[in-house]
């Protein structure tokens, strides 16, 4: 294939910009797809992506487009990714792989912090960049506004910008025409030893794990044995090919600046490191790639089986589901509460709430999930510097010499008639303001250094109404700096529920305290004992609640007689009772904990 035909693209913008619309629509006007047999969100293939109208996996898939300048018919590998903040690593690892990306931008939203944050990834990748201003036939659509804001704070012409409408086709063909125009064709040599990067994997339940390539030098074929530069394996090629018309499709070889897939018998997921180099065995390049940066989960919970017995399978799924996904972490750990399970490591709430919907759709696990926690730095007495992630890990406080905790650089695009309450609700969550710039007459952005346990649960949601559904953010981690933590018990009956422990700075213990237990008092269903629900900092209660025993009318059959009659059964009913109380075990809902979280 001539690599001057080829051209290598993704589609990114912030969450709802209609990037899966405009993929859609690509894929019909290239005759990827039958109009005939057309949906919405092709490339969208996970019901759980339908379902919430989000793209939680990055896709790919090949294209033929012939130009309508040059008469030459070019092949376009287009990846759609995600925008939610969650999922910046799906992204990040996608425009790895490109030359060029399509900027999408709401005609009637304009700029938003995922926009500026996705457009400031692509320029780190050195890819070319055209901008798009999307669903121009929207009422609410402004399209000067938007195109000026496109032109200041990013820098672009007014003549770099194409206006479309993916839900009616409008603009679709002039898009493609400046993809062949504007970014440039892969680099690389065919006579060079063989250098590519693996960006994906899926795991299919008949191929096994199917890995996806962008070759760099070099070419592959079915016969190539190949080798991963990172872990040294060696595998023999089973199928080669793209992935074509929405489907598996295979070939004779994949050269430099080709996207495809292989797969080799490869049953094991845990075999398979993403961002890994992949070369000949017999001619091998002299080095490999940098791959990826390592992305570190930024939220902790532990992830339990309610069957017991379910513990192998959730372990054959979380390696499963690790292929797909390599920013999420797991490690086994046991709980005095739910016995074994793991601590799973997340890059914000929506992603831990996509993997546990995952977990349970696609696997048929039935799960509890602890309250989330950030991981925490502890510099103990004896000098020694370890890392929290659970409140398990942490040490007594006459250990502790001192805390830190994990602090972000919270970026958040809003209008500007919301800067008061959303600089005061920011304050409350102990954010400490950096600056402020005017991006247009209308829209302000905000910089703020806060603590990340503050944001991780409701803290979008909250903007979002604060703004009424016009503000966004984005954030990155900046750095761990001195606090005051305590770790906060919840006592079930007198016995610590480990589920409910959690880590928080002091200053905010005893609201805290007093919350979660009116919550759980409010959550818990009555049983036929009285219930104590205590919240506890080491051995000093902070706050308590009780449920009330469920009432039972015993001397409803007692008519007439004496009153011994009744005192005595009152006296077995207080025995049962106290009985119950020792013996019994409380059964604490999964909408407890789940509640919780956004107290």
Excluded at 14 to 37: M, N
Excluded at 295 to 301: E, G, R, S, Y
Excluded at 325 to 351: I, K, M, T, W, Y
Excluded at 565 to 573: A, D, G, I
């Amino acid at each position: 294939m001539d690599r001057n035909l080829i051209r290598n693209f993704s589609i990114i913008a912030h969450i709802d910009h209609g990037k899966s619309t405009l993929a859609d629509r690509i894929l019909e006007v290239t005759g990827a797809v039958d109009i005939r047999h057309k949906g919405e969100q092709l490339l969208d293939d996970m019901d759980l992506e339908k379902e919430r109208g989000i793209t939680i996996k990055a896709s790919m898939v090949r294209l033929a487009y012939r130009s309508k300048k040059d008469g030459k018919e070019y092949v376009f590998n287009l990846i759609d990714t995600p925008g939610h903040v969650d999922f910046t690593y799906e992204v990040s690892k996608s425009l790895a792989a490109c030359e060029g990306a399509i900027l999408v931008v709401d005609a009637g939203q304009g700029i938003e912090a995922q926009t500026v944050a996705n457009y400031y990834l692509a320029m780190e990748n050195d890819l070319w960049v055209i901008p798009v201003i999307n669903k121009i036939d929207l009422a609410s659509a402004d399209i000067g506004r938007v195109q000026k804001q496109i032109t200041t704070v990013l820098g672009f012409k007014d003549e770099d910008i194409i206006h479309a409408s993916a839900k009616e086709g409008k603009g679709i063909e002039d898009i493609l025409e400046k993809i062949v125009e504007v970014i440039p064709p892969p680099t690389g040599e065919i006579e060079h030893p063989l250098k590519a990067l693996v960006f994906d994997c899926r795991f299919d339940v008949y191929k096994g794990v199917v890995i996806f390539v962008r070759v760099v030098d070099g070419e592959i074929t079915p016969r190539t044995q190949i080798k991963m530069m990172h872990s040294g394996a060696i595998y023999k090629i089973e199928e080669l090919g793209v992935f074509k018309n929405l489907k598996y499709s295979p070939v004779e070889n994949l050269t430099c600046g080709e996207v495809g897939y292989f797969t080799a018998n490869i049953r094991d997921p845990r075999e398979i490191v993403i961002g890994d180099t992949l070369t000949d065995v017999k001619n091998p390049c002299k080095e490999a790639m940098p791959g990826y940066r390592k992305i570190k989960p930024l939220v902790f919970c532990g992830v339990y089986p309610v069957n017991p017995g379910d513990f192998p399978s959730l372990r054959d799924a979380l390696d499963k589901l690790r292929l797909s996904d390599a920013s999420f972490v797991s490690e086994p750990e046991n709980s005095q509460s739910f016995g074994s399970g793991f601590r799973c490591g997340f890059l914000g709430l929506l992603h831990m709430e996509i993997v546990q919907e995952r977990l349970e759709r696609e696997y048929g696990l039935n799960l509890i999930l602890t309250v989330p926690n950030v991981v925490y730095r502890i510099k103990r007495r004896n000098g020694d510097l370890v890392e929290v992630d659970t409140p398990a890990k942490f040490p007594g406080p006459q250990d502790i010499l001192e805390s830190f905790e994990p602090y972000v650089s919270l970026l958040m695009i809003i209008p500007i008639e919301s800067i008061e309450p959303v600089c005061d609700f920011t304050k409350s969550r102990r954010g400490v303001f950096d600056s402020s710039e005017y991006l247009t007459e209308d829209r302000v952005k905000l910089i703020f250094t806060i603590p990340l346990s503050e944001i991780i649960v409701d803290f979008y949601d909250r903007m979002k109404s604060l703004t009424k559904g016009y503000g966004s953010l984005d954030y990155e981690f900046k750095d761990y700096l001195p606090a005051k933590l305590v770790k906060l018990d919840i006592m079930i009956n007198g016995i610590i529920c480990d589920a409910f422990s959690m880590l928080i700075c002091k200053e905010k213990v005893l609201s805290k305290a007093q919350a979660l237990t009116v919550k759980l008092k409010e959550l818990i269903p009555r049983q036929l004992f009285v219930v104590a629900v205590q919240a506890a900092v080491g051995s000093q209660i902070l706050a308590s609640e009780k449920i009330k025993s469920v009432g039972k009318h015993v001397t409803a059959k007692c008519y007439g007689g004496d009153i011994t009659r009744k005192r005595k059964l009152w006296e077995e009913q207080k025995k049962g009772k106290k009985r119950l109380k020792q013996f019994g075990k409380v059964e604490i809902p999964q909408e407890a904990f789940l509640e919780v979280l956004k107290i």
